[in-house]
């Protein structure tokens, strides 16, 4: 392995994590990968290799494609909603609006719903802009069938997206409302923060008490939240996955981290991950990097 070589990989590694992460939507999965993606780039003849960037990205695609397919069949037996693993994010994550939409687990959570194939391509394309040839090197596939995919994936997410785009500082006022009606006791203050039809999801992985299907309503989604809390919880505002989250912690530690849906003034969805396993990350925030 030669210096260059090692150069190349620190420089492009937060963008091979990001690929992994969004092909993945597991942080620990992700960070597989990326040992993986080292050892096969230690083994290739640098003289062969035109544009690192390139060949390095291939490495990570093809590899999170074969975890992906094995971690899928795992999740059909997971013990209620599966969510993706939260990250806790740099600043300049979120002033990446692109970047930040795209690893919200808002998305991630909808990217759940493609095929392998289409996941690789949708965030390939959509996230990283890669030209369709570089994609279909990665993935074995022809240009026209990478097209396709792409167009597959591209409607597929577009009719699970919000329609009406909301604006950085309009999105996180409406979160410091709910934030502040949660720490205050303020029920009215919550009521009025969430949409009639608020979707509440929540992953405990069978090891956390947590709902085992999705809670629709903002009267049911208030009872739960009332019914789980804990008198020795405090609530922190965290920035998570490139926008606010609110972290749930109990004797110095994250229990609970909700991320959120805005749309037109109201939280529309609300993500909560009880899951321990998933909470190992929130240590350090993470460089994400397109």
Known sequence: MTQSATDSFVAHRNLLFTVAYEMLGSAADAEDVLQETWLRWAAVDQDDVRDPR????????????NRLRTVRRQRETYVGPWLPEP??????VAEDVELADSVSLAMLHVLETLTPSERAVFVLREVFDLPYDDIAAALDKSSSAVRQLAHRARSHVEARQP?????????????ERFFEAVTTGDIQGLMDVLAPDVVLVTDGGGKRKAALRPI??????????????DPEAT???????????????IHGQIDTLVTFLVEDGLVTGMYAVRNPEKLHHLGRPITLAR
């Open 216 to 229: 629709l309503g903002r009267d049911k989604v208030v009872r739960f939240m009332q019914g789980q809390a």
């Open 54 to 65: 390139a060949y390095l990205v291939r490495i990570t695609t093809r590899l999170s494609l």
């Open 87 to 92: 990250l806790l994010t740099t600043p300049d």
């Open 235 to 249: 609530a922190e505002l965290r920035s998570a996955n490139g926008g606010p989250a609110l972290a749930v912690v």
């Open 163 to 175: 329609r009406i785009a909301v604006s950085r500082r309009d999105r996180d006022a409406v979160v």
